[in-house]
C-alpha cells in the first residue's frame, strides 16, 4: 500500500491535574476555571473536578504540535494560578485525593453509578495521540499494527510513580488503575471497520462501556473524528516528552499503512510487555513480544524506531525524534523525574509546586 496522498495529520490531547499549593492534595477548582476559560474552546472539564483537558488544533508538522501544546499549558498554568491552584502534568494525583470529586454532569453521573467500584480512582491523566487517515478501514488495519509496539510508548511515557506522597512502586502507577475498566485492552486484529464496530457494539451490548466514547482501547478509531487515536501514554511531564511520543505514533501509523506486512504478536506477550515497561518505564528489562523473553528496554523502544525509520524521514520527523530521544535519555522518563524532585521535596506542597514548575519547563529551586 503506498504512502501516496495520505496525511498523517496529528493532535494531541493531554490531561492535567490541579493541585492544592499547600499540601499536594487535589483541588476541585476546575468548574471555575472552565468558567474563566470559557473563551478558550480547545480547554474542557474531565471525569473529575480536579482535571483539565486540553486538545491541540490539527497539526501537520511537529513544530506545530510543540506551539500549540506549550500555548494550552500557559493558558491553564495561569488561570490555575489566578484561582489559587498548580496546575501539573501527572498521571494520577500525587497527594491524596477526595471522594466527593466527580464532575457534576449527566453522563458522568452514569458511568459512577454503572462502574461505581472503579469511579473513586478514576481521575487518571494520559495523553492521547490522533492521527489523521482517509478511511476507518485503514484505521483498523493500523491498530492491528500497533499492537506489538504499545508497550515502548508507555515505558518512554511513564510518569505517575508518586501515589498519596509516597513511591508506588510503578512507574506508570496511571496504567494498573485503568486498566481495571472492563474495556481496557489492547485493540484486536480487526480486518475491517465493520469488524471493529462489531466489537464496540458489542462491548455496548455487554454493559462494558456506556457509549462509544467510553470504549478505553489502548488504541481505537476516533467515536468523534477522523483519526486513530492511541491512548497507551500517561500525560508527559514536559511538552518535548509529548512531542517525542507524537512523533513516534504518527510514524507507527504511516509504518502500519503503508506495510503489504505487519509483524504480529500474541496478546499474552503484549500484556506482559504493558506491565514491565509500567513498572520500570525505560530503567530496567521489557519484554520482547514476538520472543517472549527480557530485552533491554531501550532496545526495545529502538527496534520500534528502526521499524518507523523509513516513514519518519518521509514526514520529516527524524531528526525531532532523534533529539527527543537524546533529552530523554539524558534526563529520564517523567517517573524519574517525579522520583527525584520527591526526594528533594521537604514538603508535599514544595513538591507539587516542583511538578509545577516541571509541567512548564521552570527550573526548580
Given at each position: 500500500m503506498a504512502l501516496d496522498g495520505m496525511n498523517f495529520t496529528l493532535g494531541v490531547e493531554e490531561e492535567f491535574v490541579l493541585l492544592d499549593p499547600m499540601d499536594g492534595s487535589v483541588a476541585l477548582r476546575a468548574p471555575d476555571l472552565?468558567?474563566?476559560?470559557?473563551?478558550?474552546?480547545?480547554?474542557?472539564?474531565?471525569?473529575?473536578?480536579?482535571?483539565?483537558?486540553?486538545?491541540t488544533g490539527i497539526c501537520h508538522g511537529l513544530d506545530e504540535v510543540r506551539s500549540d501544546l506549550t500555548r494550552l499549558r500557559q493558558i491553564v498554568a495561569?488561570?490555575?494560578?489566578?484561582?489559587?491552584?498548580?496546575?501539573?502534568a501527572a498521571g494520577i494525583p500525587p497527594g491524596d485525593l477526595r471522594r466527593d470529586a466527580l464532575t457534576p454532569e449527566p453522563r458522568y453521573r452514569r458511568l459512577a453509578?454503572?462502574?461505581?467500584?472503579?469511579i473513586d480512582d478514576a481521575g487518571t491523566c494520559a495523553c492521547h495521540v490522533h492521527v489523521g487517515l482517509p478511511?476507518?478501514?485503514?484505521?483498523a488495519r493500523v491498530l492491528a499494527g500497533l499492537r506489538p509496539w504499545l508497550a515502548p510508548l508507555l515505558a518512554i511515557s511513564v510518569n505517575s510513580p508518586v501515589e498519596h506522597g509516597a513511591d508506588s512502586g510503578w512507574s506508570s502507577r496511571r496504567f494498573p488503575i485503568w486498566d481495571r475498566w472492563p474495556t481496557a485492552r489492547p485493540p484486536d486484529e480487526w480486518p475491517g471497520a465493520a469488524a471493529y464496530d462489531l466489537s464496540v457494539r458489542e462491548a455496548l451490548c455487554h454493559g462494558a462501556a456506556l457509549d462509544t466514547a467510553g470504549v478505553y482501547f489502548y488504541a481505537r478509531l476516533s467515536p468523534r473524528h477522523p483519526t486513530v487515536e492511541v491512548r497507551i501514554a500517561d500525560v508527559c511531564l514536559a511538552v518535548d516528552d509529548a512531542v517525542l511520543l507524537a512523533a513516534l505514533v504518527r510514524g507507527l501509523v504511516a509504518t502500519c499503512a503503508g506495510?503489504?506486512?505487519?509483524?504480529?504478536?500474541?496478546?499474552?506477550?503484549?500484556?506482559?510487555?504493558?506491565t514491565a515497561a509500567?513498572?520500570?518505564?525505560?530503567?530496567?528489562?521489557?519484554?520482547?513480544?514476538f520472543t517472549?523473553?527480557?530485552?533491554?528496554?531501550?532496545?526495545?523502544?529502538?527496534?520500534?524506531?528502526?521499524?518507523?525509520?523509513?516513514?519518519?524521514?518521509?514526514?520529516?520527523?527524524?531528526?525531532?525524534?532523534?533529539?527527543?530521544?537524546?533529552s530523554l535519555?539524558?534526563?529520564?522518563?517523567?517517573a524519574a523525574r517525579q522520583r527525584r524532585l520527591l526526594a528533594e521535596a521537604a514538603s508535599p506542597g514544595e513538591f507539587a509546586a516542583d511538578l509545577a514548575h516541571a509541567t512548564m519547563n521552570v527550573p526548580t529551586r
Open positions: 472552565l468558567e474563566n476559560l470559557a473563551l478558550e474552546p480547545d480547554v474542557t472539564g474531565e471525569l473529575m473536578r480536579f482535571q483539565i483537558e486540553t486538545a495561569a488561570a490555575a494560578e489566578d484561582d489559587g491552584c498548580l496546575m501539573v453509578q454503572a462502574f461505581p467500584d472503579l478511511s476507518r478501514d485503514i484505521g506495510a503489504a506486512r505487519l509483524p504480529r504478536a500474541r496478546g499474552s506477550r503484549i500484556g506482559a510487555a504493558l509500567a513498572r520500570r518505564g525505560l530503567d530496567g528489562p521489557g519484554i520482547d513480544v517472549g523473553g527480557e530485552a533491554d528496554q531501550r532496545e526495545l523502544l529502538g527496534e520500534l524506531v528502526a521499524f518507523i525509520r523509513p516513514a519518519l524521514d518521509s514526514v520529516g520527523d527524524t531528526e525531532d525524534v532523534e533529539r527527543g530521544l537524546d535519555f539524558e534526563h529520564g522518563t517523567g
